[in-house]
């Protein structure tokens, strides 16, 4: 059974540059969620894909831009990149309202 | 007032004691509860879930909640040196409109000397 996965690995990007990410959920899961979580904070909420629509967004502008395709594997999308988009970026996957599980991230660094 | 809040620590316990993780949470109507462990550098990984008040116990992890006064903890028995790690605690606010609230805290740090 395969789990949550990411990719890429590690990305470094300069500031100005868009970067995409991507998640495949685990097997069955229909819900995709994304996280950003800078060194020493938790997990902070960016937003939620389900039936292939934005359900709820995290306190982050409009330069996080993400999509739900119809296999449930879904991108997230930063444009404009700052200093601070420097972090790891997770994805979780879910069933509706249940146990989410996180894939092993992407490093972002911006220099 | 945080929504998930917790000791950010470092919490250290010889190998062989009981460590005790504890969590407080804002939202009275939150349904589930998780707890996660990460390593440095790693992703956070499932290791509790609870849902109704009381005690759940899995090998040497038990999950204690209690929703009047918004807490659940997370004990560790026979702490061992790879218990070392970060341990979130989640809070699960249910699914409505097709949405799942999820909040974390910042994660308490455990250290268990050998």
Redesign the interface.
Known sequence: DAGVTQSPTHLIKTRGQQVTLRCSPKSGHDTVSWYQQALGQGPQFIFQYYEEEERQRGNFPDRFSGHQFPNYSSELNVNALLLGDSALYLCASSLPGLEQFFGPGTRLTVL | QKE?EQNSGPLSVPEGAIASLNCTYSDRVS??F?W?RQYSG?????IM?IYSNGDKEDGRFTAQLNKASQYVSLLIRDSQPSDSATY?C?V?G??S???????????TKLQVIP
């Not at chain 2, 790693?42 to 499932?46: M, T, Y």
């Not at chain 2, 409109?97 to 994660?107: A, I, L, P, R, S």
């Open positions: 998930v349904q589930s998780f996660y790693k992703s956070p990984e499932l879930s979130l989640a699960n249910g699914w409109g097709g949405y799942q609230k999820v909040t974390f805290g910042t994660g």
